[in-house]
């Protein structure tokens, strides 16, 4: 009878230990689990995103220029290219018709499927007049143009400048809608890349399904 004690005493322990054994299995594995479904939750998620391969690719890019004010330039990556979008001021726009008769292509009539979208075949180059948006890449050797918005003479610019960009490599200058001038080794205006509004405020570089 002792020794029938002795064995029942020492089997109960035994199956207690297997029992919670295999809790702390189930606790684990519930553990692992719900550690499992937030890892792919995650990346799930960012894919609504672009990567930064879908970018390089061409992926569009979705910019808010509420803050932007007249006069200044937001400058956003598009292709790997820098893009700029300037809100022109009233006077910057009004000049716009007074060097016509001095730029290379004041109507954008050159390679026009490549570097100029309809909707912006105008005086402007533009969807809003006073939204300009361009690559900022140097048509001659791919440089890229400083701003000179300030009309007037200055250095490497002519007397009766009206403000827009100087390329700094080997002298092409452009107006405020991109446009080359004449007899500058720069052969085309700057690219107008593909974009859209998507409210008031936001602007989708790269498609242009609606424009």
């Known amino acids: 009878m002792t020794q029938a004690s002795d064995k029942s005493s020492v089997a109960a322990p035994a199956g207690a230990a297997v029992d919670h054994q295999k809790r702390n299995w189930i606790v684990a594995t519930c553990a692992v689990g719900g550690v499992g479904v937030a890892a792919v939750a995650v990346p799930f998620v960012s894919t609504f995103q672009p990567s930064e391969r ?11 220029i509420a803050a932007l004010k007249p006069g200044e330039k937001l ?10 979008i300037i809100k022109r001021t009233p006077a910057q726009l009004a000049a716009l018709s007074e060097d016509e ?21 105008n005086p402007n180059r533009s969807i809003k007049p006073e939204i300009m948006v361009a690559v900022g890449i140097c048509s001659h050797l791919g440089c890229s143009p400083v701003d000179k918005f300030q009309p007037g003479a200055q250095p490497s610019l002519p007397d009766d400048w009206q403000g827009g960009f100087l390329c700094p490599c080997h ?20 690219e107008v890349p593909p974009h859209m509004y998507l409210s008031e405020n936001r602007v989708l570089i790269g498609e242009d399904k609606k424009a």
């Open 101 to 121: 008769d001095q730029l290379a292509d004041p109507n954008s009539e050159r390679k026009p499927d490549e570097l100029t979208p309809t909707y912006a075949r």
């Open 75 to 84: 400058t956003v990556e598009w292709r790997g290219k820098p893009v700029w």
């Open 54 to 64: 879908a970018k390089a690719a061409g992926a569009a890019v979705e910019v808010d």
């Open 171 to 190: 002298g092409s200058t452009f107006d405020m809608a991109g446009r080359v001038y004449k007899n500058k080794p720069a052969p085309d205006n700057l």
